[in-house]
């Protein structure tokens, strides 16, 4: 059995970038190198506040490990932000920011949908630190991080949540958590990403990118009643036992029928 990735700081180098990244999927074209990514958005002029070597560190640590580390994901998401609401666009951008920072995704399967679930109503600094300095201690750091780099990582996790809808943005004291439902266009591209990754239908409903959004296998699978109604999937099930005929073949199919809604 493998082992879960190690934590990293790489989400110090950017966090939510909802509106950097936008801008740089509307440069992206298929096959672009990170290096030629960087060198469009320089000369752009769309980054006139972001110094050159500060543009290279979000497009090489923050971009590039989220949308160009799966090919057809920059695609996929170039093509089907612009048919999205705001809400929509924080969805998809979290869940491939979470795929990239592992520390990120476990803080809000872990800490804040269980905060979330049990009734309470905001999230502290303090929560943030005892899951950063629990994780280190249990060693799921690639090494030992220093008490300031433990204290950072705890801000950074909180403002990447801000970020993505699922807290209040403020500075100081406990922050407010915000209710977050997962929408059908969102959960059609997730239903279909993983689909497309080789996955077997149990293994797609059981995937752990859905508790980003706070379901567990029931709620997937009342989640893809509704995406059955709406055409995209054929969903049977007959006790325990559920089976689900894909309509679309590849991500283009699916961005374009999700292009309509």
């Known amino acids: 059995m493998s082992q879960p990735p190690l934590y990293t700081t790489q989400l110090q180098a950017g966090l939510g970038l909802i509106e950097e990244t936008q801008r740089l999927l509307e440069l992206y074209e298929p096959d672009m190198s990170?290096?030629?990514?960087?060198?469009r958005a320089l000369e752009s002029g769309q980054f006139p506040l972001v110094t050159a070597r500060r543009l290279l560190n979000i497009v090489k640590e923050c971009f590039a490990p989220r949308y160009l580390r799966q090919?057809?994901?920059?695609?996929?998401?170039?093509?089907?932000?612009?048919?999205?609401?705001?809400?929509?666009?924080?969805?998809l951008l979290m869940l491939h920011t979470a795929r990239a920072n592992v520390i990120l995704a476990d803080f809000i399967r872990e800490v804040y949908w269980p905060r979330y679930t049990s009734g309470r109503n905001s999230l502290s600094r303090d929560d943030a630190l005892r899951f950063v300095e629990d994780a280190v201690r249990e060693g799921r750091t690639q090494k030992r991080w220093a008490d300031s780099t433990i204290s950072r990582m705890?801000?950074?996790?909180?403002?990447?949540?801000?970020?993505?809808?699922?807290?209040?943005?403020?500075?100081?004291?406990p922050r407010r958590l915000?209710?977050?439902r997962l929408s059908t266009r969102v959960a059609g591209y997730l239903a279909y990403d993983l689909k497309l990754q080789d996955l077997g239908d149990?293994?797609?409903l059981?995937?752990?990118d859905w508790q980003l959004f706070g379901l567990e296998r029931v709620d997937v699978r009342e989640q893809f009643k509704r995406l059955s109604l709406e055409g995209l999937l054929i969903m049977q099930t007959a006790g325990d036992v559920t089976h689900?005929?894909?309509q679309h073949k590849n991500m283009q199919k699916v961005v374009d029928v999700l292009a309509g809604y």
């Open 34 to 39: 990170t290096q030629q990514l960087y060198e």
């Open 71 to 91: 090919p057809g994901v920059a695609e996929s998401v170039k093509l089907l932000f612009p048919c999205l609401d705001s809400d929509e666009r924080r969805q």
């Open 154 to 173: 705890s801000g950074y996790l909180l403002s990447a949540c801000a970020d993505f809808g699922l807290l209040e943005d403020r500075l100081r004291g």
């Open 178 to 180: 915000y209710s977050l």
């Open 202 to 204: 149990n293994q797609v």
């Open 206 to 208: 059981n995937h752990p």
């Open 244 to 246: 689900i005929s894909w």
